[in-house]
């Protein structure tokens, strides 16, 4: 077990809908990264959030947003689905801001939009 | 544009059997190489950071090693417990990302 929790595990939902992923990080961890695994493309960066404050920013469509509150908790927000959004959506986090820190993934939540 | 890839993409193995899977990358600047293991249906595991060419590290049965073209990791004498996809990924001096492989499906049979 990472220490970081994610829910839902699973999600199953049509085309055009809107659905919010959310992410506990690891106690005392204060960066909070998110992540898009499809069989077809690997796991891809979306996202970085350190301290609250947005930090990175990676292959993360218009259509997807993220927030990371004062409590550390994250949320990442998926707006008009679309049938090639169904994936494995990883949440990580790490102590630090900077990529030298280990970072501890999630159990992931598997989007289906059908 | 920076590229990991890696090779085999599955790959089975008797108990007992070493063997070794690949990570080639090319970057305009290595910042760092990353090992992890994943699980079915499980976030990845952290193993390794490798960070310069000839640097090597151990985790009982696994060896990772670090050229300035490719990474390594060796699985000796695996069982099966080592059955798990194995992605390694690159931190590089132009992005503030890692940049993950695919990975390599490895079967270990009893």
């Known amino acids: 077990d990472s220490g970081v929790t994610q829910t839902p595990k699973h999600l199953i939902t049509a085309t055009g809908q809107r659905v919010t992923l959310r992410c506990s990080p690891r106690s005392g961890d204060l960066s909070v990264y998110w992540y898009q695994q499809s069989l077809d493309q690997g796991l891809q960066f979306l996202i970085q959030y350190y301290n609250g404050e947005e930090r990175a920013k990676g292959n993360i469509l218009e259509r997807f947003s993220a927030q990371q509150f004062p409590d550390l908790h994250s949320e990442l927000n998926l707006s008009s689905l679309e049938l090639g959004d169904s994936a494995l959506y990883f949440c990580a986090s790490s102590v630090g801001a900077g990529l030298s820190y280990e970072q501890y993934f999630g159990p992931g939540t598997r989007l289906t939009v059908t | 544009e920076d590229q990991v890839t890696q090779s085999p993409e599955a790959l089975r193995l008797q108990e007992g059997e070493s063997s070794s899977l690949n990570c080639s990358y090319t970057?305009?600047?290595?910042?760092?190489l990353f090992w992890y293991r994943q699980d079915p249906g499980k976030g990845p595991e952290f193993l390794f950071t490798?960070?310069?060419a000839g640097e090597e590290k151990e985790k009982e049965r696994l060896k990772a090693t670090l050229t300035k073209k490719e990474s390594f990791l060796h699985i000796t004498a695996p069982k099966p417990e080592d059955s798990a996809t194995y992605l390694c990924?690159?931190?590089?001096?132009?992005?503030?990302?890692?940049?993950f492989g695919t990975g390599t499906r490895l079967q270990v049979f009893p």
């Open positions: 490798l960070y310069s």
């Open positions: 990924a690159v931190r590089t001096v132009n992005t503030d990302k890692l940049i």
């Open positions: 970057v305009s600047g290595l910042r760092g």
